[in-house]
């Protein structure tokens, strides 16, 4: 598990291609010190699992089904990522609860400059529709964010000066795909609600 408070922007410096891809990426001293094989980073929202530490660097693998169903496909060498360590427990929870399970994918659709803040809007599936509420959580490229408003499967976001500057959400431009996962506890309730729909 996760909370959406990215600790460093990581960048991508090797890629092997093939039925998987294995992929190295570079972190800092203070991340890679904390790491083990078989430990859990977010790379940009997706849970990966660490299968090598070469010197300044982690490998991990990624499977077809992530690669289809994640932002990794378009991923190359010098690709900025953000990153994550998993939740320790007695960690403070900073963001919100996530999992590192991407459910789909968000397309920017506006990106305006509000103060020194900037007002992105994304589009998602209509099928997350109902998982969307004003003042609810999402999880964008692994960054835990407030959502501001919502009209049918668009909604809002602010992103202020430090979350620009200290994840990568501050590069993103108008239809850009960012890696998107719901909040836990709206798939949970909306999983409540469809069953008793079936009772």
């Known amino acids: ?17 093939r039925g998987d891809w294995v992929m190295t990426i570079k972190g800092s001293a203070a991340l890679l010190d904390s790491l083990s094989l078989g430990a859990s980073v977010a790379c940009s929202g997706v849970c990966l699992t660490v299968i090598a530490l070469p010197a300044g660097a982690f490998t991990v693998q990624a499977s077809a089904e992530t690669l289809s169903k994640t932002t990794l496909g378009a991923w190359d060498v010098g690709t900025p990522v ?32 509000e103060g020194e803040s900037v007002r992105f809007r994304f589009e998602v599936s209509v099928e997350f529709a109902p998982f969307l509420a004003p003042k609810g959580s999402v999880t964008l490229d692994g960054i835990s964010l407030t959502v501001n408003e919502v009209e049918g499967n668009v909604f809002g976001v602010n992103i202020i000066p430090h979350t620009q500057t200290a994840t990568t959400i501050g590069g993103r431009n108008v239809g850009d795909m960012l890696n998107f ?19």
């Open 82 to 113: 953000n990153l994550e360590r998993a939740l320790r427990i007695g960690d403070e929870l900073g963001g919100h609860i996530v999992s590192g399970h991407v459910d789909g994918l968000a397309r920017v659709v506006s990106r305006m400059a």
């Open 181 to 199: 996962e719901i909040d836990v506890i709206a798939r949970y309730v909306g999983r409540m609600l469809d069953y008793k729909g079936c009772l």
């Open 1 to 17: 598990m996760f909370t959406g408070i990215i600790s460093e922007i990581g960048a991508i410096t090797a890629i092997e291609k």
